[in-house]
């Protein structure tokens, strides 16, 4: 009980060569014995334990057989094939019942075969049989007539006799396999003995005992069974020669599979049901045995010798990752320095990201900080060190975030050429935003030579953001419709949509005319925005930002390559869109045909200034 409580405290606390010792001496001192070798120690405290246990009650003639479960799919594996057999010998029943009916019984058709054969010629008329001339020639006829005229009724009869043989055969196989199942059954004295035993529960030896007692009646009717069918299948030659037994005899042949169903049935059935009761009475005899004190003092030296080797990897292990610790922390000690000297350079790489967003903020990001399974990310608030979540506002965050990523985006060892944002501006005011636009983007093109790709639903930032790399060759796409395939990507051409737009409102009624002339106003802003950025390389000052059509006139005028036939028709068209001529008394709507030849105007200037294909 000591070594029990110190194994229990703490796996650490074994000592093998003393606890060892200690159980070794506990078994020679139970069993009076001077053996120090374990196993055989092992192998006399079993047998011990099962002589004590046999005292009490002996269980190894009531045991099923280990490979029972094997012995019963064997017997389901014999039922098939005396299926078969029985299949077999229906034909050949049929077949012989069908044969041509004769006088002649089979065996006298034989005997006279047999005779003819043993006949020294054809010529004799000696019968072999009583040595006499009692063969003539015609006498030979008459019996070769009658062996010739029975001969598929013979060939029939031989065919059953056959498959009679082979159906006796596998019924007496699966007979076996049935008889396998079958245990010791108890005598009067052993049942007294374990109604005895198991008295203080009532009805528990009587449930065991029920099932035994049905067991063994359940596979004596079925061997009676098998007997009776033997019998009557030795018989079936001769029963089927007697047209008075044809009937019964088919009868029997009919009924057979079904008979032998049901015998294998029962016989699986009972002992199943034996193996679950017998489990039950095994485990309730078990708990008297081990209530023994004999029994229950060999049970906790048993228990030790048997876990040794289980102790001894436990003990081992526990040695060794105890070594293991101190390396574990030494690695651990040096991962974390070495973690610090990289970051230290990395944080530098993420502070300039995030300095390219917050130009000139007082709360600035300083460090990053490894911990056990994550990075603690520092920033300083007029000059205060603090936890960068707790200080930052989320477009601050926002914009920490992008820059660790993009630390990570532009190392030396990324094998990637390009960057994909996704929205990166969506939780930016227009400061960041603008600084991202400005700073960030053409840092990653010209610096680090990376394809940069934004996806974007803002389209001013979408806008921006082309007009300002435009000597930079960017590409620009529309994701439009959604369906099974995925989106419609397109290129994005402005000039040509403004026009597909103006056009489709000037075919419609009056309300979609009068919105068509405003919209060549916005036509004109684009041509001419367009056409600037195109021939400067460069968007429109900012102090355009919010110039209509008529204020970029001049802009026009002073685009090289513009002539004075084109600054006329602008200005022609502007004035036809001009807002001031909606509001007054007499103005009408213009008609498609009124609106169209500026339409064509302007799709003639963007043509031959490239601006659409």
């Known amino acids: 009980m000591v070594l029990a409580q110190k194994w229990e405290s703490d796996p650490r606390n074994v000592d093998l060569t003393s606890d060892w010792n200690t159980l070794i001496r506990a078994a020679q001192t139970t069993l009076q014995v001077s053996i120090s070798n374990p196993n055989q120690l092992l192998s006399h405290l079993k047998k011990r334990r099962e002589e004590l246990g046999a005292r009490v009650f002996d269980l190894s003639g009531l045991r099923p057989a280990t490979d029972l479960a094997q012995r019963i799919h064997s017997a389901k594996k014999q039922e098939t094939l005396v299926h078969d057999a029985i299949r077999a010998l229906t034909n050949v029943v049929d077949d012989f019942v069908a044969a ?17 054969r043993l006949s020294e010629s054809e010529d004799s008329n000696l019968c072999p049989m009583c040595e006499e001339p009692t063969l003539p020639k015609d006498k030979r006829t008459i019996l070769e007539d009658r062996i010739r005229g029975n001969k598929a009724r013979t060939e029939a009869h031989k065919a059953l006799s056959t498959a009679v043989a082979k159906l006796k055969n596998q019924l007496t196989t699966l007979r076996q396999h049935l008889g396998s199942f079958q245990p010791h059954y108890l ?42 069918h033997d019998t009557e299948l030795g018989q079936l030659p001769r029963a089927l020669d007697d047209p008075a037994r044809i009937a019964d005899s088919r009868h029997f042949v009919k009924t057979l599979p079904q008979d032998i169903e049901d015998a294998v049935r029962k016989s699986i059935s009972i002992a199943e049901a034996y193996i679950e009761k017998f489990e039950t009475l095994e485990e309730a005899i078990g708990e008297r045995i081990a209530t023994d004190a004999a029994v229950r003092e060999i049970d906790a030296i048993l228990a030790g010798l048997e876990v040794h080797e289980h102790i001894e990897t436990i003990h081992t292990y526990n040695n060794v990752l105890e070594s293991l610790n101190s390396e574990v922390r030494a690695v651990e000690s040096f991962l974390q320095g070495k973690q610090k000297d990289l970051l230290a350079t990395r944080g530098q790489e993420v502070r300039e990201w995030y300095d390219l967003m917050n130009p000139g903020a007082d709360v600035r990001f300083i460090e990053m900080e490894p911990a056990t399974d994550s990075l603690k990310l520092h920033a300083e608030s007029f000059g205060k060190k603090m936890s960068a979540p707790a200080c930052l506002s989320e477009s601050q965050l926002n914009c920490l975030g992008l820059s660790v990523y993009l630390m990570r985006a532009t190392t030396p060892e990324s094998p990637f050429g390009f960057v994909v944002f996704d929205d990166p501006v969506q939780s930016m005011d227009d400061d960041h935003c603008e600084s991202f636009i400005i700073n960030v983007v053409p840092k990653l093109i010209d610096e680090f030579h990376k394809q940069v790709i934004i996806l974007t639903h803002i389209k001013h930032i979408a806008d921006r953001i082309r007009d300002l790399n435009v000597d930079r060759n960017p590409l620009q796409y529309h994701l439009e419709e959604y369906n099974r395939n995925g989106p419609s990507v397109v290129p994005y051409v402005r000039i040509q949509r403004e026009i597909h737009q103006v056009r489709t409102l000037a075919k ?57 036939a084109e600054h006329q028709g602008i200005r022609d068209t502007v004035s036809f869109s001009d807002p001031a001529h909606h509001t007054q008394a007499d103005w009408q709507v213009p008609t498609l045909q009124q609106i169209e030849p500026h339409i064509q105007r302007l799709l003639q200037i963007a043509k031959k200034h490239q601006l659409i294909g």
């Open 100 to 116: 041509t009916a004769s006088v002649y019984g089979a065996e006298l058709l034989s005997f006279w075969e047999l005779g003819l």
């Open 508 to 564: 419609g009624n009056e309300a979609n005319r009068k919105l068509a002339v405003d919209r060549i106003r916005v036509l004109v802003e684009v041509v001419i925005r367009e056409l600037y950025l195109k021939v400067n390389g460069c968007p429109l000052p900012a102090q355009y930002n919010k110039a209509t059509a008529k204020d970029l006139l001049p802009v026009f005028m002073s685009i090289e390559g513009t002539t004075p």
């Open 187 to 228: 005598d009067d004295s052993k049942r007294s003995t374990l109604e005895s035993l198991l008295s203080d529960t009532p009805g528990q030896a009587t449930k065991f005992l029920e099932t035994h007692d049905k067991f063994r009646t359940t596979l004596k009717d079925v061997d009676i069974r098998f007997t009776n």
